[in-house]
């Protein structure tokens, strides 16, 4: 079974802080992704990456970035944490190839900005 | 951009058939997915259907796409307790995902 790992279940953090979000897959996906997850508004991808040291946008990267030094690892950071970054953060993966590429998610990182 | 477009909210008693529906914009997608999440958790993958079928059935779930009409639904018989949570219709576009807001599913006793 696929294993997607996420460091925290739970984090509180206090504005301006720098706060890293890591997380883990154990499958050699070569897609990673960052989404947020607010009530009402679903899934919003904040970025994802396709292979190691490479990254895109997605519908809402402000005030975020990523690294992948390593396959298996993708980080979310939030360079200066505001309030209303308190959310629902979910990593997933996926394969890339043809036919069905499902996304596989970890648990998720409910993070509380104070 | 495609839409997926889903209602936020269905109410069903236990033991009836939940029927939680989706429609998209976009007909290009190649795979189209159910995701269900139980609260506090992440997203398991229930089910998935390949566009070029109509039905696909497995055990109490049931996906039906009527790719002219650019709906897809999923019907959940006997439903139980444990099926409550919010379930996700999402379809592939360019190695990402394209997601609905959620449906959460409400079992009344």
């Known amino acids: 079974d696929v294993k997607v790992t996420q460091s925290s279940r739970y984090l509180v953090k206090r504005t301006g802080e720098k706060v890293f979000l890591e997380c883990v897959q154990d499958?050699?996906?070569?897609?990673m992704f960052w989404y947020r997850q607010d009530p009402g508004l679903g899934l919003r991808l904040i970025y994802f990456?396709?292979?190691?040291?490479?990254?895109e946008k997605g519908d809402i990267p402000e005030g975020y970035s990523v690294s992948r030094e390593k396959k298996e690892r993708f980080s979310l950071i939030l360079e200066s944490a505001s309030t209303n970054q308190t959310s629902m953060y979910l990593c997933?993966?996926?394969?890339?190839?043809?036919?069905?590429?499902?996304?596989?998610f970890g648990d998720g990182t409910r993070l509380s900005i104070l | 951009g495609e839409d997926v477009e889903q209602s936020l909210f269905l109410s069903v008693r236990e033991g009836d058939s939940s029927v939680i529906n989706c429609t998209y914009t976009?007909?290009?997608?190649?795979?189209l997915y159910w995701y269900k999440q139980e609260p506090g958790a992440g997203l398991q993958l229930l089910t998935y259907?390949?566009?070029n079928m109509d039905m696909k059935q497995d055990q109490r779930l049931t996906v039906l796409l009527n790719k002219k009409d650019k709906h897809l639904s999923l019907r959940i018989a006997d439903t139980q307790t444990g099926d409550s949570a919010i379930y996700f219709c999402?379809?592939?576009?360019?190695?990402?995902?394209?997601w609905g807001a959620g449906t959460k599913l409400i079992i009344k006793p």
């Open positions: 997933a993966s996926s394969f890339t190839g043809i036919g069905n590429q499902p996304q596989h």
């Open positions: 999402a379809g592939d576009s360019n190695y990402q995902l394209i």
């Open positions: 259907i390949f566009s």
């Open positions: 499958m050699d996906h070569e897609n």
């Open positions: 990456s396709y292979d190691v040291k490479m990254k």
């Open positions: 976009d007909s290009s997608s190649t795979y």
